[in-house]
Nanobody, 117 residues
Framework: QLQAFGGGLVQPGGSLRLSCAASERIFSINVLAWYRQAPGKQRELVATINNRGETNYADSVKGRFTISRDNAKNSVYLQMNSLEPEDTAVYYC?????????????WGQGTLVTVSS
């Protein structure tokens, strides 16, 4: 199980930091990620970080968002700067474990981010 928190209401140009703690076991080969789903839209990938610390970002958030992880705390974070109204969405954290020759996915419950003046 994963628990995400840190969402809220923020003005355009502001910042928020999302956190997600995993109570699931994290295997040695894994990917932690943040997704988001805006009203009326499909869920989209925001950022990923793998067990080697390699990161990837959606083009829409590059240069504004930073994903990081703390392995000792089984946690992943998303620092969001220069927020725009288009970033308004429910943000979900995801853990993907590689085990027994397959990927297994685990999801958090989501945290709402609203960017509005």
């Amino acid at each position: 199980q994963l628990q995400a928190f840190g969402g809220g209401l923020v003005q355009p140009g502001g910042s928020l930091r999302l956190s997600c703690a995993a109570s699931e076991r994290i295997f040695s080969i894994n990917v932690l990620a943040w997704y988001r789903q805006a009203p009326g839209k499909q869920r989209e990938l925001v950022a990923t970080i793998n067990n080697r610390g390699e990161t990837n970002y959606a083009d829409s958030v590059k240069g504004r968002f930073t994903i990081s992880r703390d392995n000792a705390k089984n946690s992943v974070y998303l620092q969001m700067n220069s927020l725009e109204p288009e970033d308004t969405a429910v943000y979900y954290c995801n853990l993907r474990n590689w085990y027994s020759s397959r990927w297994s996915d685990y999801w958090g419950q989501g945290t709402l981010v609203t960017v509005s003046s």
